[in-house]
C-alpha cells in the first residue's frame, strides 16, 4: 500500500489537507519488490499540472530515481484541487526525456513507458483566502 505524508502527516485516501500542511517535504513509501523498478506521479488533476515526476526507483529509493521533474509543492490559486499520487510498476527502465509539466497527459505516458498501476492515492487542497499562498 502506498504511503504518502507530509512532514510528520499521514495522507489518507480521500482526505481535505490544509495548504500548509503540503508546503512540508513529501515522504513516499510502499512495499516494494525486490530487482523491481517504479514510477512515481504527483499530479494536480484539476489544473493537470505535473507537481512530481521520477522514474526508474529501485525499490523505494526515491533519491537513485531519475528525477524527470522536480518537487513543486501543491499550491492551488483558486478553489479546491484534487490532486493523485500514483505509484506505478515498470516493465523496463525509462529513458530521460523532457516533460512539460502544464497540461501533462498522464494515460500516454503510461502506455508509452509500459507502466503497471500498483497503488493511488487522492487528496484535496483548499488555496489560500487570498489566492496565494506565501
Same mark, same amino acid.
Given at each position: 500500500?502506498?504511503?504518502?505524508?507530509?512532514?510528520?502527516?499521514?495522507?489518507?485516501? /480521500?482526505?481535505?489537507?490544509? @495548504?500548509? %500542511?503540503?508546503?512540508?517535504?513529501? &515522504? +513516499? =513509501?510502499?512495499?516494494?519488490?525486490?530487482? !523491481?523498478?517504479?514510477?512515481?506521479?504527483?499530479?494536480?488533476?484539476?489544473? /493537470?499540472?505535473?507537481?512530481? @515526476?521520477? %522514474?526508474?526507483?529501485?525499490?523505494? &529509493? +526515491? =533519491?537513485?530515481?531519475?528525477?524527470?521533474? !522536480?518537487?513543486?509543492?501543491?499550491?492551488?490559486?483558486?478553489?479546491?484541487?484534487?490532486?493523485?499520487?500514483? @505509484?506505478?510498476?515498470?516493465?523496463?527502465?525509462?529513458?530521460?526525456?523532457?516533460?512539460?509539466?502544464?497540461?501533462?497527459?498522464?494515460?500516454?505516458?503510461?502506455?508509452?513507458?509500459?507502466?503497471?498501476?500498483?497503488?493511488?492515492?487522492?487528496?484535496?487542497?483548499?488555496?489560500?483566502?487570498?489566492?496565494?499562498?506565501?
Amino acid at each position: 500500500m502506498l504511503r504518502v505524508q507530509f512532514g510528520e502527516y499521514p495522507i489518507q485516501n /480521500n482526505q481535505i489537507v490544509d @495548504l500548509s %500542511v503540503v508546503q512540508l517535504p513529501i &515522504n +513516499l =513509501s510502499w512495499p516494494e519488490q525486490i530487482d !523491481q523498478f517504479y514510477t512515481v506521479v504527483l499530479l494536480d488533476v484539476t489544473s /493537470n499540472f505535473l507537481q512530481l @515526476l521520477i %522514474v526508474n526507483i529501485p525499490g523505494q &529509493n +526515491l =533519491s537513485s530515481g531519475d528525477h524527470l521533474t !522536480q518537487y513543486v509543492p501543491p499550491a492551488p490559486y483558486e478553489g479546491t484541487h484534487l490532486y493523485q499520487v500514483f @505509484l506505478y510498476q515498470q516493465s523496463q527502465r525509462i529513458p530521460e526525456q523532457s516533460i512539460n509539466r502544464n497540461m501533462f497527459r498522464l494515460a500516454p505516458f503510461v502506455q508509452r513507458n509500459g507502466l503497471t498501476l500498483v497503488d493511488q492515492i487522492n487528496f484535496l487542497v483548499e488555496s489560500s483566502s487570498s489566492g496565494f499562498y506565501f
